[in-house]
Protein backbone atom coordinates (compact mmCIF):
# COMPACT_ATOMS: atom_id res chain seq x y z
CA UNK A 1 0.00 0.00 0.00
CA UNK A 2 1.52 3.52 -0.86
CA UNK A 3 1.78 6.04 1.63
CA UNK A 4 -0.95 7.99 0.14
CA UNK A 5 -3.40 5.26 -0.25
CA UNK A 6 -2.67 4.64 3.65
CA UNK A 7 -3.14 7.87 4.36
CA UNK A 8 -6.65 8.29 2.40
CA UNK A 9 -7.32 5.27 4.55
CA UNK A 10 -6.81 6.98 7.90
CA UNK A 11 -8.41 9.85 6.52
CA UNK A 12 -12.01 7.62 6.29
CA UNK A 13 -11.20 6.51 9.53
CA UNK A 14 -11.17 9.56 11.21
CA UNK A 15 -14.00 10.65 9.11
CA UNK A 16 -15.98 7.54 11.05
CA UNK A 17 -15.37 9.33 14.32
CA UNK A 18 -19.30 10.72 15.20
CA UNK A 19 -19.30 14.60 15.68
CA UNK A 20 -22.87 14.19 17.28
CA UNK A 21 -21.89 11.43 18.79
CA UNK A 22 -19.18 13.19 20.76
CA UNK A 23 -21.19 16.43 21.47
CA UNK A 24 -23.80 14.09 22.93
CA UNK A 25 -21.11 12.38 25.22
CA UNK A 26 -19.46 15.43 26.37
CA UNK A 27 -23.02 16.70 26.99
CA UNK A 28 -24.17 14.02 28.96
CA UNK A 29 -20.59 13.76 30.87
CA UNK A 30 -21.22 16.97 32.35
CA UNK A 31 -25.00 16.18 33.08
CA UNK A 32 -23.91 12.63 34.61
CA UNK A 33 -21.77 14.72 36.86
CA UNK A 34 -23.76 17.07 38.03
CA UNK A 35 -26.53 14.44 39.06
CA UNK A 36 -23.81 12.54 40.80
CA UNK A 37 -23.43 15.69 42.99
CA UNK A 38 -27.18 15.89 43.52
CA UNK A 39 -27.33 12.33 44.18
CA UNK A 40 -24.15 12.91 47.38
CA UNK A 41 -26.75 16.05 48.69
CA UNK A 42 -29.95 14.29 48.78
CA UNK A 43 -28.35 11.09 50.24
CA UNK A 44 -26.23 12.61 53.05
CA UNK A 45 -27.51 14.37 55.78
CA UNK A 46 -30.67 16.05 55.98
CA UNK A 47 -31.06 15.25 52.16
CA UNK A 48 -32.18 17.76 49.39
CA UNK A 49 -34.69 20.65 49.32
CA UNK A 50 -35.91 20.89 45.31
CA UNK A 51 -35.51 24.93 44.73
CA UNK A 52 -33.80 26.71 42.56
CA UNK A 53 -31.63 27.82 44.89
CA UNK A 54 -30.29 24.58 46.57
CA UNK A 55 -29.82 23.44 42.77
CA UNK A 56 -27.70 25.93 41.93
CA UNK A 57 -25.38 25.48 45.09
CA UNK A 58 -25.02 22.28 44.21
CA UNK A 59 -24.06 23.27 40.92
CA UNK A 60 -21.53 25.97 41.66
CA UNK A 61 -20.21 23.08 44.18
CA UNK A 62 -19.92 20.69 41.01
CA UNK A 63 -18.27 23.33 39.33
CA UNK A 64 -15.66 23.52 41.70
CA UNK A 65 -14.78 19.90 41.72
CA UNK A 66 -13.32 20.71 38.07
CA UNK A 67 -11.73 23.67 39.57
CA UNK A 68 -13.72 26.64 38.34
CA UNK A 69 -14.03 29.08 41.41
CA UNK A 70 -17.52 30.12 43.13
CA UNK A 71 -18.21 34.21 41.87
CA UNK A 72 -20.30 36.21 43.62
CA UNK A 73 -21.07 39.94 43.52
CA UNK A 74 -22.76 42.23 45.51
CA UNK A 75 -23.48 45.95 44.43
CA UNK A 76 -25.32 49.35 46.59
CA UNK A 77 -25.61 52.60 45.74
CA UNK A 78 -25.06 54.62 49.50
CA UNK A 79 -23.50 58.39 50.00
CA UNK A 80 -19.87 58.91 50.99
CA UNK A 81 -17.57 61.68 51.56
CA UNK A 82 -14.78 61.35 49.64
CA UNK A 83 -11.41 62.89 49.84
CA UNK A 84 -11.24 66.24 48.34
CA UNK A 85 -15.06 66.84 48.33
CA UNK A 86 -16.80 69.34 50.12
CA UNK A 87 -20.10 67.17 50.60
CA UNK A 88 -21.57 63.78 50.66
CA UNK A 89 -21.45 61.87 47.10
CA UNK A 90 -23.23 58.74 45.79
CA UNK A 91 -21.14 56.29 44.67
CA UNK A 92 -21.73 52.62 43.86
CA UNK A 93 -20.16 49.81 46.47
CA UNK A 94 -19.02 46.80 44.38
CA UNK A 95 -17.42 43.97 46.35
CA UNK A 96 -16.40 41.14 44.66
CA UNK A 97 -15.55 37.15 45.74
CA UNK A 98 -14.12 34.16 44.37
CA UNK A 99 -13.65 30.60 46.55
CA UNK A 100 -13.26 26.88 45.75
CA UNK A 101 -14.68 25.34 48.35
CA UNK A 102 -12.51 21.99 47.86
CA UNK A 103 -9.06 24.01 47.36
CA UNK A 104 -9.52 26.99 49.68
CA UNK A 105 -9.36 28.66 52.99
CA UNK A 106 -9.50 31.89 52.36
CA UNK A 107 -11.60 33.76 49.52
CA UNK A 108 -10.43 36.09 47.25
CA UNK A 109 -11.96 39.49 47.26
CA UNK A 110 -11.78 42.71 45.10
CA UNK A 111 -13.74 46.33 46.17
CA UNK A 112 -13.87 48.72 44.04
CA UNK A 113 -15.78 52.08 44.19
CA UNK A 114 -17.06 54.12 41.54
CA UNK A 115 -18.09 57.21 41.00
CA UNK A 116 -20.91 58.47 37.49
CA UNK A 117 -19.23 55.45 36.39
CA UNK A 118 -15.34 55.63 37.29
CA UNK A 119 -13.44 53.75 39.27
CA UNK A 120 -12.00 56.03 41.95
CA UNK A 121 -10.89 52.97 44.06
CA UNK A 122 -9.92 49.92 44.36
CA UNK A 123 -8.32 46.80 46.87
CA UNK A 124 -7.65 43.53 46.49
CA UNK A 125 -7.06 41.24 49.85
CA UNK A 126 -7.96 37.79 50.90
CA UNK A 127 -10.21 36.99 54.06
CA UNK A 128 -12.16 33.72 55.65
CA UNK A 129 -14.66 32.45 53.37
CA UNK A 130 -18.08 30.48 54.71
CA UNK A 131 -17.50 27.29 53.08
CA UNK A 132 -19.71 24.26 53.66
CA UNK A 133 -20.10 21.36 55.28
CA UNK A 134 -18.94 18.23 53.40
CA UNK A 135 -19.77 14.26 53.96
CA UNK A 136 -16.76 12.92 51.66
CA UNK A 137 -13.16 13.97 52.00
CA UNK A 138 -12.43 16.85 48.99
CA UNK A 139 -10.53 14.24 46.87
CA UNK A 140 -13.82 12.00 46.39
CA UNK A 141 -15.59 15.04 44.94
CA UNK A 142 -12.26 16.09 43.02
CA UNK A 143 -12.61 12.78 41.54
CA UNK A 144 -15.99 12.76 40.57
CA UNK A 145 -15.82 14.64 37.28
CA UNK A 146 -12.61 12.77 36.16
CA UNK A 147 -14.50 9.32 36.85
CA UNK A 148 -17.80 10.52 34.78
CA UNK A 149 -15.45 11.72 31.73
CA UNK A 150 -13.77 8.54 31.63
CA UNK A 151 -16.34 6.19 31.76
CA UNK A 152 -18.72 7.95 28.92
CA UNK A 153 -15.79 8.42 26.93
CA UNK A 154 -14.61 4.93 27.23
CA UNK A 155 -18.36 3.77 26.19
CA UNK A 156 -18.54 5.93 23.84
CA UNK A 157 -15.32 5.14 21.68
CA UNK A 158 -15.81 0.94 22.27
CA UNK A 159 -19.58 1.97 20.97
CA UNK A 160 -19.56 3.96 17.93
CA UNK A 161 -15.44 4.66 17.57
CA UNK A 162 -14.76 0.97 17.68
CA UNK A 163 -11.10 -0.60 17.18
CA UNK A 164 -10.38 -1.03 13.35
CA UNK A 165 -7.17 0.35 13.59
CA UNK A 166 -3.90 -0.62 11.83
CA UNK A 167 -1.57 1.49 12.98
CA UNK A 168 -0.47 3.28 16.57
CA UNK A 169 -0.62 6.81 14.54
CA UNK A 170 -4.11 6.31 13.70
CA UNK A 171 -4.88 4.89 17.27
CA UNK A 172 -3.81 8.26 18.57
CA UNK A 173 -5.53 10.29 15.79
CA UNK A 174 -8.61 9.07 16.24
CA UNK A 175 -8.42 9.67 20.32
CA UNK A 176 -7.68 13.31 19.71
CA UNK A 177 -10.69 13.72 17.56
CA UNK A 178 -12.99 11.61 19.63
CA UNK A 179 -11.43 13.87 22.85
CA UNK A 180 -12.39 16.98 20.25
CA UNK A 181 -15.71 16.18 20.06
CA UNK A 182 -16.37 15.20 23.63
CA UNK A 183 -14.91 18.50 24.32
CA UNK A 184 -17.35 20.51 22.41
CA UNK A 185 -20.04 19.14 24.21
CA UNK A 186 -19.04 19.73 27.64
CA UNK A 187 -17.69 23.05 27.27
CA UNK A 188 -21.11 23.89 25.80
CA UNK A 189 -23.00 22.68 28.73
CA UNK A 190 -20.46 23.96 31.14
CA UNK A 191 -20.88 27.60 29.83
CA UNK A 192 -24.74 27.46 29.35
CA UNK A 193 -24.75 26.19 33.25
CA UNK A 194 -23.03 29.30 34.78
CA UNK A 195 -26.37 31.01 33.26
CA UNK A 196 -28.81 28.05 34.74
CA UNK A 197 -27.15 27.91 38.16
CA UNK A 198 -26.96 31.27 38.54
CA UNK A 199 -28.57 32.62 41.97
CA UNK A 200 -29.49 36.39 41.07
CA UNK A 201 -30.60 39.17 43.67
CA UNK A 202 -31.05 42.81 44.05
CA UNK A 203 -27.75 43.93 43.63
CA UNK A 204 -26.09 40.38 43.60
CA UNK A 205 -25.39 37.48 41.95
CA UNK A 206 -23.74 34.19 42.58
CA UNK A 207 -22.87 31.38 39.83
CA UNK A 208 -19.49 29.55 38.57
CA UNK A 209 -16.71 31.73 37.54
CA UNK A 210 -17.19 32.22 33.47
CA UNK A 211 -13.69 32.66 32.57
CA UNK A 212 -12.77 29.61 34.86
CA UNK A 213 -15.46 27.28 33.31
CA UNK A 214 -14.16 28.14 29.18
CA UNK A 215 -10.88 27.32 30.53
CA UNK A 216 -11.06 23.99 32.53
CA UNK A 217 -14.33 23.43 30.82
CA UNK A 218 -11.68 22.80 27.89
CA UNK A 219 -9.08 21.33 29.40
CA UNK A 220 -10.30 18.55 31.46
CA UNK A 221 -13.05 17.11 28.81
CA UNK A 222 -9.72 17.49 26.42
CA UNK A 223 -7.65 15.67 28.69
CA UNK A 224 -9.72 13.07 30.18
CA UNK A 225 -11.88 12.43 27.16
CA UNK A 226 -9.18 11.63 24.87
CA UNK A 227 -7.25 9.42 27.40
CA UNK A 228 -11.11 7.76 27.39
CA UNK A 229 -11.19 7.38 23.36
CA UNK A 230 -8.21 5.82 23.81
CA UNK A 231 -8.84 3.30 26.10
CA UNK A 232 -11.99 2.48 24.46
CA UNK A 233 -10.50 1.68 21.48
CA UNK A 234 -7.91 -0.55 23.32
CA UNK A 235 -10.56 -2.44 24.62
CA UNK A 236 -12.22 -3.10 21.65
CA UNK A 237 -9.25 -3.39 19.12
CA UNK A 238 -9.85 -6.47 16.92
CA UNK A 239 -6.90 -8.90 15.61
CA UNK A 240 -5.50 -8.01 12.17
CA UNK A 241 -7.43 -10.82 10.52
CA UNK A 242 -10.80 -9.20 12.12
CA UNK A 243 -9.08 -5.70 10.78
CA UNK A 244 -7.99 -6.70 7.24
CA UNK A 245 -11.49 -7.63 6.35
CA UNK A 246 -13.33 -5.12 7.62
CA UNK A 247 -10.90 -2.36 5.93
CA UNK A 248 -11.26 -4.66 2.48
CA UNK A 249 -7.51 -4.54 2.78
CA UNK A 250 -5.31 -7.66 0.78
CA UNK A 251 -1.79 -8.34 1.30
CA UNK A 252 0.45 -8.19 -1.96
CA UNK A 253 0.81 -11.65 -2.16
CA UNK A 254 -3.43 -12.09 -2.49
CA UNK A 255 -3.54 -9.86 -4.93
CA UNK A 256 -0.25 -10.84 -7.39
CA UNK A 257 1.51 -7.80 -7.01
CA UNK A 258 4.74 -9.22 -5.66
CA UNK A 259 7.90 -8.68 -7.89
CA UNK A 260 10.70 -11.16 -8.22
CA UNK A 261 13.77 -10.14 -6.95
Known amino acids: MTERSERDGIDERLQSVPLL ?39 WLFYSSFLVDRYERFSAITEQQLEGAE ?6 ERREMWFNTFLDDEQSVREQLYLDGQLVEEAAFSEPANGVSLSFPAEVYLAIPVVVLLAVSVVFSYRFVGGGLRSQRELVAR ?9 LGFLL ?8 FAIEGEGSVLRPDRVDALLFGFVYPAVV ?24 VETEAETGDVTDE
Open 189 to 196: AALVGTYV
Open 225 to 248: GSVGVLVGQLLHRPTFEETRTETG
Open 87 to 92: EAVEVE
Open 175 to 183: ALVGGGTIT
Open 21 to 59: GGLLAGIVSFLAGYLSFVGIAASTGEGIELSRETLGTVG
